[in-house]
């Protein structure tokens, strides 16, 4: 018998079936729906936007790889898509060109590359873009560029923010949950955002803790604060930050017990700056504030492990 | 008594592929020509060999001594002639002194091989010296011998003894068969080990995907015998020692500790059997279960197969391969070993012949680590798979020693469900090994 060509390899000698590539195609899918609200609510120019940030990611992505870090290219991983996606969806409609393709540049270039790669950034690079825009052009990035039918209109949390008249032209509870409201591209629909969130817990791309301990935290405090949980709920960025941007894998922790300190300080975050800060939304901060707290949250949340002796730590 | 419903935290789902070779009725494979019997057939010190070349022998005759209180002794698995006593390869990779037999075909018994009475009018050492005399040792692949584990020291407090009939791997249904076939001899076995630790509990596990063989075993247990049947969901690693033991008695064994530290004694469905026919009829442990099966075997098979036939002659009883085997595994997919050869014999921890096909074979080309988080999530101990393979990787094995990778129990979880493909079990493998030869030499 020919044994000349057997494989010898080390145990477990089955694998699963997904992969890198699949899981963040999964994200990707789950991200459809509210890239069409985007599109029915805001017009086509939604989809220009995130289609252009998704192409510099990519291309991006493949440049630093091959030239920069002079490693493999991995863009068929499905990651750089994601995170272009991710960015577009932090934009509002009026963002120029520019304005995307610089923001993809610097996520992908910078906070992912730079550091690593996939799974080595310490912070959300679609979050960590935006921050840097939000920073570099305020006006641009802000209520004022949230152009819909080319009348400039308020985010429901700006009014939110402003009170006294405002609120008056709060919108109703369907337009929130649908997404007929001000906003950036990604974030306006709720139940888009709801549909890909559910698919993704589902598919076990993420777990429920996350999304479930930010969300419940920031309705709780909200309602304790006496406001109207419902609203902060639909409205602004908490949504798709808890299912899509707080959930990243690599700057979220590991552990079950850290997950839960983690999306418990964004919640607590995300609330002050909604109730007492300048700004009126503080989705985008909290994560990026609760991603550099990630290794040290890991750190004081390891998972007791079974047959643990007391003081055997 | 109703059967018991329980399982343990962690774990994965991968494809069962039992359906191969489950329905098929269990078999005895046609005597081989010539078996190769190593004299390292457990763990512990290797036998001596006591016979030489040219001595005829009977079927379950003592061909090797055993050495040391670790160590069994190793009986013929068929009558004939000593034709040598020499090194040949053995499934560990390396070549182990053995005793090789050309078979007579008269299947001629020892003269030894008498009933050694009923378990009643036997005492515990008795009892014990027939397990020690008959070569018993742990059938589920570790193969430490039964009479050790049987020989707990003065301190500490047995009170149960559990047999492990998850049989968690993957494709393998030897347990299964034998569970179905055999129920009463495997009760039989469970009494006689209840009895030499002097407990009056004992637990079988089934993993619930084997309803066939839970309602055998039910229907096998009186009430008086104080044996619970509990139905383990169908989960890998429910076959590990420590989650079995979590999942019954909802008990942990202590980290770095053994099962006796816990209370507990677990024995195998196979090692169970092998006590009973020791006991009833004498007979020492010269064959065993075997299930031959995977995508390039033409026929799946489970056979009763004597200890030291060639691993190409039950390959050919199943009608050979149907395409061209790209890996061969000695065990199950999740903790077999691959093997470079199939000249290599059956030995007592052979509880499988996996041949896999080169689709199957595939090996996946590892990429980064995204940090999902799903190998946190499967492991049954609750360890950090990622840091550890990330330390081990770097030689930093101090860090590996902290995040606990001693009690990592292999069971290779972690390798099946990461998405990134990476070999997390196997450089944990390397952390574990490096950290027990520095604190050996520490000492």
Redesign the interface.
């Known amino acids: 018998?020919?044994?000349e060509?057997?494989?010898?390899?080390?145990?477990?000698?089955?694998?699963?079936s997904?992969?890198?590539a699949?899981?963040m195609r999964d994200v990707v899918i789950a991200l459809m729906p509210a890239f069409v609200a985007g599109i029915i609510f805001l017009g086509i120019n939604s989809a220009l936007i995130t289609l252009l940030c998704v192409v510099t990611s990519v291309v991006t992505e493949a440049l630093m790889q091959k030239y920069v870090m002079k490693r493999t290219v991995?863009i068929n991983?499905w990651?750089a898509v994601v995170t272009g996606i991710l960015l577009a969806f932090n934009l509002p409609i009026s963002a120029p060109w520019w304005m995307a393709v610089i923001g993809s540049v610097f996520a992908i270039a910078i906070v992912k590359q730079c550091f690593?790669?996939?799974?080595?950034n310490f912070i959300n690079p679609a979050l960590a873009a935006r921050a840097f825009l939000l920073a570099s052009w305020p006006t641009r990035m802000t209520s004022s560029a949230f152009l819909t039918d080319s009348y400039t209109a308020a985010t429901p949390l700006a009014l939110l923010k402003e009170g006294g008249e405002a609120a008056t032209a709060l919108p109703s509870y369907m337009d929130l949950f649908m997404g007929n409201i001000a906003g950036s591209i990604g974030e306006i629909s709720a139940f888009a955002l709801l549909i890909g969130g559910v698919y993704l817990i589902v598919r076990q791309v993420i777990?429920w803790r996350i999304p479930v301990v930010f969300i419940g935290t920031v309705m709780v405090i909200t309602f304790i604060a006496g406001q109207d949980p419902l609203y902060h709920l639909m409205a602004g960025g908490l949504m798709l930050g808890a299912f899509f941007m707080a959930t990243d894998?690599?700057s979220s922790p590991?552990?079950?017990k850290g997950q839960i300190i983690y999306a418990l300080g964004c919640g607590i975050i995300t609330s002050v700056i909604r109730l007492w800060g300048g700004y009126p939304e503080g989705v985008s901060y909290s994560i990026l504030l609760m991603n550099v707290a990630t290794p040290l949250i890991e750190r004081f949340s390891?998972?007791?492990?079974?047959?643990?002796?007391k003081g055997?730590a | 008594m109703d059967i018991k419903h329980s399982t343990f935290k962690g774990g994965i789902h991968p494809p069962y592929r039992k359906e191969l070779t489950k329905d098929k009725p269990l078999i005895t494979v046609a005597a081989p020509e010539v078996v190769v019997i190593p004299m390292s057939l457990h763990i512990g010190a290797p036998c001596k060999p006591v016979v030489k070349k040219g001595d005829k022998v009977k079927k379950g005759q003592l061909i090797g001594e055993a050495n040391g209180f670790v160590s069994v002794p190793i009986h013929a698995s068929v009558s004939g002639e000593v034709k040598a006593v020499e090194p040949r390869l053995h499934p560990n990779g390396q070549k182990v002194m053995s005793v090789v037999i050309e078979n007579d075909m008269e299947e001629s018994l020892h003269e030894d091989i008498i009933s050694r009475g009923e378990l009643e009018n036997l005492s515990p050492q008795e009892i014990k010296d027939i397990i020690l005399n008959a070569g018993i040792v742990g059938l589920g692949g570790a193969t430490f011998p039964t009479h050790v584990k049987l020989s707990p020291p003065p301190d500490k407090n047995i009170d149960c003894v559990i047999i492990n009939a998850a049989e968690c791997e993957p494709y393998l249904t030897t347990d299964d068969h034998l569970m179905r076939d055999f129920p009463e001899k495997i009760v039989y076995g469970l009494k006689a080990m209840m009895k030499v630790l002097g407990v009056d509990k004992g637990f079988i596990g089934i993993e619930d995907n084997k309803p066939e063989a839970i309602e055998a075993m039910f229907k096998a247990v009186d009430e008086k015998d104080n044996i619970e049947i509990y139905s383990l969901h169908t989960k890998y690693p429910q076959g590990s020692e420590k989650q079995l033991i979590a999942a019954v008695t909802g008990r942990e064994v202590p980290s770095g500790a053994l099962p006796m530290d816990a209370g507990v004694v677990v024995s195998n469905v196979g090692t169970a059997l092998a006590v009973s026919d020791a006991i009833r009829l004498g007979m020492p442990l010269i064959e065993r279960v075997v299930t031959v099966t995977g995508s390039a075997i033409t026929d799946p098979q489970t056979m009763i197969v004597k200890i030291g036939t060639s691993v190409n002659h039950l390959i050919e009883a199943c009608g050979g391969f149907s395409e061209p085997p790209a890996k061969v595994i000695n065990g199950g997919p999740m903790m077999g070993i691959a093997q470079f050869s199939t000249d290599i014999p059956v030995i007592k921890a052979t509880s499988g012949i996996l041949c896999l096909n080169e689709k199957d074979a595939y090996v996946p080309e590892p990429s980064q680590c995204i940090r999902c988080g799903k190998c946190v999530s499967v492991c049954p101990v609750k360890l950090l798979p990622l840091y550890i393979s990330e330390y081990s990787l770097r030689r930093d094995f101090d860090k590996c020693k902290s995040y606990n990778a001693l009690d990592c129990v292999e069971c290779g979880s972690c390798s099946f469900i990461c998405p990134a493909k990476r070999t997390l079990v196997s450089s944990i493998r390397v952390a574990k090994r490096e950290i027990i030869a520095s604190s050996r030499k520490g000492n």
């Open positions: 018998m020919n044994n060509f057997l494989t010898v390899s080390s145990s477990p000698h089955i694998r699963a997904h992969s890198t699949t899981v991995t991983d990651s690593g790669g996939i799974g080595q777990s894998y690599s590991v552990t079950v390891m998972p007791r492990i079974y047959g643990e002796v055997d």
